[in-house]
């Protein structure tokens, strides 16, 4: 049930009188953040789809031992809930380009990264010379960290290019300018010249540049103008691009003038690709402690440390005897900023990360502390959507959804 509802967060089962007194508190998670939309994400085949569906952890026994969705007799059914879900969905951009779109988990909850399966499609599809550009959630720290030590792990993949997308307002902000509330004007630093701004919010932009690089791919770095930004801020994010060791940046327009304002970009992605000198490297080995993992994924953050509440020091525990100690990490952490404070912008280092809770999803394949005050249930803005919906009961036309 995709859902949005801060009620839903934390709540109590089993109060009926045919329960038994099996009361015990409980919560929901946005659909997004479900390991059934990780193992949607992350399955390869329809028969692999089937073993991760039948081997997701639902709880532990009395005695300790983890509990599957195939000891309660349902990964069959789960399956064959998610037979069809399993085909991507074709569809094709304004200039007829073929896109897949499939899965959808979220990159600051879950893994953000879109489906294996969609993948290994296109790359068949636009053979050896062609390209399939895909996409891999939020910055480097949650988004391509997630894409390299989760997703090409498990798809047997290595992308020859990173393109990280920049935009001179962003990096006003990371560069210490005011705060951005949805709904509201800019403020007039984002729409007046400020180089020095914009040059001090590239630590930023340079934090995710060495990231993606010390994977061994190149790092092309796409600025995405605004009508309002000016020669001199552009060249200055692109010469700082160049100097933190992109491969390439290039000034784009492709809002405005759609295919031909990405020509360049295009043509820096493909020689990008045809200059990879150095193997796919991952973060960390799988056959080190949980713990350890999720220090060396805190330390490219720029934190000095980690914190583990009472609770995450027994789930960790719990996860290593049950012997799932050798899956990947992946951190359920705020995109707004490298730490776990969302108003720490630019790069932040020194800082001890906070993990207040470690959780299982066994059948998708990772470990997930959350980061924080991280939440899996978001609850709905001042004013929700479902305000402006309607229908013209007469042409049976859905107003309000644009």
């Known amino acids: 049930m995709d859902v949005n509802d801060r009620f839903l967060r934390k709540m109590t089962v089993g109060q009926g009188s045919e329960e ?6 409980t919560g929901f998670d946005i659909s997004v953040a479900s390991e059934i939309m990780a193992v949607l994400a992350l399955t390869t085949s329809l028969d692999d789809m089937r073993e991760r569906l039948g081997t997701m952890v639902i709880g532990n026994s009395r005695a300790g031992e983890p509990i599957t969705a195939d000891d309660l007799g349902v990964g069959g059914a789960l399956t064959v809930l998610m037979k069809d ?3 991507p969905t074709l569809m094709q951009t304004l200039e007829g380009t073929p896109v897949l779109v499939h899965a959808g988990p979220f990159a600051n909850i879950a893994h953000g990264n879109s489906s294996i399966v969609a993948d290994k499609i296109a790359l068949k599809l636009v053979g050896p010379g062609g390209f399939v550009v895909t996409e891999a959630g939020f910055g480097s720290d949650i988004g391509t ?9 498990y798809s047997g993949l290595r992308p020859q290019c990173a393109v990280v997308v920049a935009t ?3 990096l006003k902000m990371h560069g210490g300018g005011p705060g951005v509330v949805a709904g509201r004007p800019l403020d007039h630093a984002y729409v007046s010249e400020n180089v020095s701004l914009v040059e001090a919010g590239c630590v930023n932009l340079a934090k995710h540049i060495s990231n993606i690089k010390a994977y061994g791919v190149n790092v092309v770095v796409a600025v995405n103008v605004f009508s ?8 200055a994010v692109r010469k700082f691009s160049m100097d933190a060791g992109a491969f390439d940046a290039v000034i784009c327009s492709h809002h405005a003038h759609g295919g031909k304002g990405a020509v360049d ?7 990008a690709c045809q200059n990879i000198t150095q193997p796919l490297k991952f973060l960390y080995p799988l056959d080190i402690s949980i713990k350890e993992k999720i220090e060396a994924i805190a330390k490219s953050y720029g934190a000095s440390g980690v914190e583990y509440s009472d609770q995450a020091e027994k789930q960790i525990e719990m996860y290593t005897q049950q012997g799932f100690s050798n899956l990947p990490i992946c951190m359920s952490k705020t995109q707004y900023s490298f730490s776990h404070d969302a108003s720490k912008k630019g790069a932040p280092s020194g800082f001890v990360l906070p993990v207040r809770d470690v959780r299982g999803s066994i059948g998708a394949g990772f470990i ?5 005050t991280m939440s899996t249930m978001p609850g709905l803005p001042t004013r929700p959507c479902f305000y402006e919906i309607d229908i013209d009961t007469v ?8």
């Open 168 to 170: 001179v307002r962003a």
């Open 145 to 153: 960290e997630k894409f390299m030590n989760i997703k090409c792990r």
């Open 395 to 402: 042409t049976g036309k859905v107003v309000g959804l644009s």
């Open 228 to 235: 309002t930004d000016t020669e001199a801020e552009l060249n």
């Open 265 to 271: 970009l295009g043509i820096a992605v493909e020689r």
């Open 368 to 372: 997930y502390p959350l980061v924080g």
């Open 85 to 87: 879900a399993i085909h």
């Open 20 to 25: 038994k007194g099996m009361i015990r508190e």
